[in-house]
């Protein structure tokens, strides 16, 4: 009996990777287990965006290895692998396998290799025009669905390893897209998210040639798709269209997350954004002027080599005009190969944890404004969970917002009578910076599947 465990860590393309690496071992007869105890083959499919999210993997290849790694054969994947490649075996001498999601394609041959007793197995070439397109995919989620449309990153932010970790910039054929999207929604699948680094990149590289407005109109046009997600969007490749194909069709989630970084044109220009603080205000007022309401999320990072005080204040004030919905702030992070590792006006620690304390106030008074407007509206929720502990219901809305809700008529999930994974309409009457809460209306009406 083969036996595999699988941790991930890192982005939505890694947690969907992992979802294709498990469904490509179990193709291979391999059994996933719960734990790592007890597991013959135990893999991490890591992350290095930051320094913490990289070092937390060595910690637990040490820590794993002391305990309870004896006779274990341990793989490293995703991109720690990618970034460190044979330096791994150096550092973790126990481990047996390293590779990068670019070699993902070649899984069942460097699987062969293991059973073989090869203890130095690798993938680490970016030289590939392949995508791991995998008919294994082993979903987490029953009712939505991650899709990758694009793998890999052209451009060369800074700061930033995903270049060097993912490679070039690939993109699957829209047939193939359509094609997975369609076979999940005849499996019963009515949202799916569209997943790249840069998704709206996005260029079909067969003879029907769309752009990623043309692919989303498509998949949201699918017979039985609610709801299309996607992310994540580059602000120099946001073009106005994507907003016009938003607005003309209710299966297209009306949220767009649009990391700006920086909100001083100088920090973005040294950071190598390919994009002023204005054009990215250009994109903003599109959303504002559509037609529904465009929910609006972003990445920012703090602390920036050269970032001055009066740089962070344009953030700030950029942050009170726009009103984002939601924002994950980071401070910024040392990478190696990249260039702004040797910038000699580094910040120090203090300073960024002050930026980010600062920064995370403002946004959460800006989120309570936003999430303070709803209450009295009627949304329509996909629900997802049922939280035992306060009886409510966990939804979410078109606008990617958590709205929980109690259901005096459906007060909990019995047997196999429930409401997850099906659509309905809540009643918000309260709000909070991270949530909404309300009651389901019409529960008279039947719930739309
Ligand atoms: N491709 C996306 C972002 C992918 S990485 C884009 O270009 O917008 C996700 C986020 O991690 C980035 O938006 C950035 O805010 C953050 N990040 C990347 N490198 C970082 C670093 N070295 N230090 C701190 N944050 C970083
Ligand atoms: Fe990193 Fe920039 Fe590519 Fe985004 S666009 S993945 S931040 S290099
Ligand atoms: Fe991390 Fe790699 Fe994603 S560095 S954020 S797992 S692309």
Known sequence: MKTFYLETFGCQMNAHDSEKVIGTLLQQGYTQVPEPEAAELVLYNTCSIRDKAEQKVFYRLQHFKKN???????????????????????????????AGSASYTKLPEMLVQLEAGNRRVTGLTLDTEDTFDTPYTRRDNPHRAYITIIEGCDKACAYCVVPFTRGPERSRTSESVLREATALTERGYTEVQLLGQNVNS?????????DFAQLLQRTGE???????????????????EIIDVIDNNEALCNHVHLPVQSGSSEVLARMQRLYTREQYMQRIEWMKAAKRDIAITTDIIVGFPGETEAHFTETLKMVEQVEYDAMFIFKYSRRPNTPALNYEDQIPEEEKVLR???LTELQRTVQMRRNAKYVGQREEVHVEGFNSATGQWIGR?????MLNFGDPSFPAPTGSETLVGKYTDVLVTRASPHSLAGERVGTQSPVVQ
């Open 222 to 240: 699918l017979p039985g798709m609610r709801r299309v997600r996607f992310t994540t969007s580059h602000p120099r490749d946001f073009v106005k």
């Open 68 to 98: 309870a790694g004896a006779g274990k054969v341990i793989g490293v994947l995703g991109c720690v692998a990618q970034q460190e490649g044979e330096k791994i075996f150096e550092r973790a001498p126990f481990v047996s396998l390293v």
């Open 397 to 401: 809305t078109s606008q990617n917002k």
């Open 202 to 210: 996005y260029r079909d590289p067969s003879p029907t040639g769309y």
């Open 356 to 358: 980010f304390q600062i």
